[in-house]
């Protein structure tokens, strides 16, 4: 069963980008489910992040970054690739097409949390994480953290 998270629309303090034509909508149009977290390997200070974006519009919307209080950073990262400043910045000027989906699954391109010092990221914990669109809309989503998969070498 598929569930909406986020809260509603909130214009960023500055109002940058606020009168882009197309855009003041976007926190409302892109709705994100499926949001979870798992730590990527035990000792690390690194969660890794999954979710899918859905834009419910007609009209194409931009993520132009994604942050967390619980996060120093967060960058994009695929599992299988080679790491590239592309990937690291995926999320900061990520288009999502008008009536579709993005999936970002384990094993392909995801979010990775670098938690803050003094921050515990634990299963059964939720972690809240902002998306910011361009136009300046932005929703806070809970990222439920499930139990580390354990690792396997091949």
């Not at 855009?23 to 890794?48: F, K, P, Y």
């Not at 900061?92 to 009536?99: E, F, V």
């Not at 989906?101 to 299963?123: D, E, I, K, R």
Request: charged share 15%.
């Amino acid at each position: 069963m598929r569930s909406s998270l986020g809260q509603e629309a909130e214009m960023h303090p500055n109002g940058t980008g606020a009168n882009i034509p197309g855009q003041e909508n976007a926190a409302r149009d892109i709705v994100i489910h499926d949001a979870w977290m798992q730590h990527v390997s035990a000792g690390t200070d690194l969660v890794a992040a999954y979710f899918a974006a859905e834009n419910t519009s007609d009209g194409p919307h931009l993520i132009d970054s994604i942050s967390s209080p619980s996060c120093t950073s967060m960058f994009g990262y695929h599992s299988d690739l080679e790491v590239s400043t592309l990937t690291r910045d995926l999320f900061t000027h990520l288009t999502i097409p008008p009536k579709q989906t993005l999936v970002f699954p384990p094993g392909g391109y995801h979010l990775v949390c670098h938690v803050a010092p003094g921050v515990t990221v634990s299963q059964g914990t939720t972690v809240n994480v902002e998306f910011h669109f361009l136009g300046g809309s932005r929703k806070t989503v809970p990222f439920q953290v499930r139990e580390a998969k354990p690792y396997h070498e091949h």
